[in-house]
């Protein structure tokens, strides 16, 4: 995979996930030991930076006149009712280890599970002549997931980098290592990702 032809986004490594005193904190904070989720997208970002690869930053924030306005439940639902990743507050805030960059995007929008839905991503993946597309970040399952399977399904050569990704439990984080991971082409680390990338 040519770098210039990469793209790695970046799925709300925001406080509310990641930092003690998040509001989604106690949910995934044994995964994030266990297998070192900031440290190996410290890595992954550090490597994909050094190789030239086009950096998408892509949090949730809570849009809560339109989760009202609409039928939605689960854990959109949750998000509204807990009054998590408010815009301008802390918990929203990328996290300081993954601040971007001046030359990096920020998706702007995302309120929702794929990062391609009520945003602009399409478009910025356009205008950076990407074909490839790395993606890390919360949940394993459901955000990470959803944005690698919306890629997928636009024809982009997709990774999903399941040691910088983080769930609620090992069971489900093994589950989409082992089960969903094949079906676009592979289970790449962080290390398998990188040696993937060429100048």
Sequence with gaps: ?????TALMLIEFQNDFCKEGGKLYDAVKDEIKRHNVLENAVKLLTGAREKGVRIVHIPF???AEWSKETAIEGVIGSLRDG?????GTWGA???DELKPREDETILQGKRALNGFVHTNLADVLASLKVKNIGVAGFLTNVCAQATAMGAYDRGYRTRLITDACGATSEKIQRFVEDEICPLFGGKPSVDVFLSEIEA
Aim: hydrophobic share 55%; proline share 6%.
């Design 1 to 5: 995979m040519k770098a210039k032809e």
């Design 61 to 63: 924030l809570l849009n």
């Design 83 to 87: 009054e998590i990743f408010v815009p």
């Design 93 to 95: 805030e990328i996290v």
